[in-house]
């Protein structure tokens, strides 16, 4: 079973940085993609980020491209979204989702199997 816990969501500054944490239990990860998604009040959630556990090969919606970074730490199980020059465009709650497989384009939540319980970020004008 699949575990994964988010963390360092809040509340910023237009320009402002935040970094989310996703803490990764229950199996070896070698062969998932992990996702960031969002999504904001009467919205859809959304694809943000995705990286591959294998060989950290990564992937991002043009929205957050060159303002958001995906990485993750293998010793700690752990994936990080490191978020700057943040917009209030940018307010939702956040989730970390796994799926097996290679693929880094997939972009559908439907297809990521485990998700979490999400993270609030507000970004203030």
């Known amino acids: 079973q699949v575990q994964l816990v988010e963390s360092g969501g809040g509340l910023v500054q237009a320009g402002g940085s935040l970094r989310l944490s996703c803490a990764a239990s229950?199996?070896?990860?070698?062969?998932?993609?992990m996702g960031w998604f969002r999504q904001a009040p009467g919205k859809e959630r959304e694809f943000v980020s995705a990286i591959r556990w294998s060989d950290g090969i990564t992937y991002y919606a043009d929205s957050v491209k060159g303002r958001f970074t995906i990485s993750r730490d293998n010793a700690k199980n752990t994936v990080y979204l490191q978020m700057n020059s943040l917009k209030p465009e940018d307010t939702a709650v956040y989730y970390c989702?796994?799926?097996?497989?290679?693929?880094?384009?997939?972009?559908?939540?439907?297809?990521?199997?485990?998700w979490g319980q999400g993270t609030q970020v507000t970004v203030s004008s």
């Open positions: 989702a796994a799926r097996r497989g290679i693929s880094v384009l997939v972009t559908q939540p439907s297809l990521f199997d485990s």
């Open positions: 229950g199996r070896t990860f070698s062969t998932y993609v």
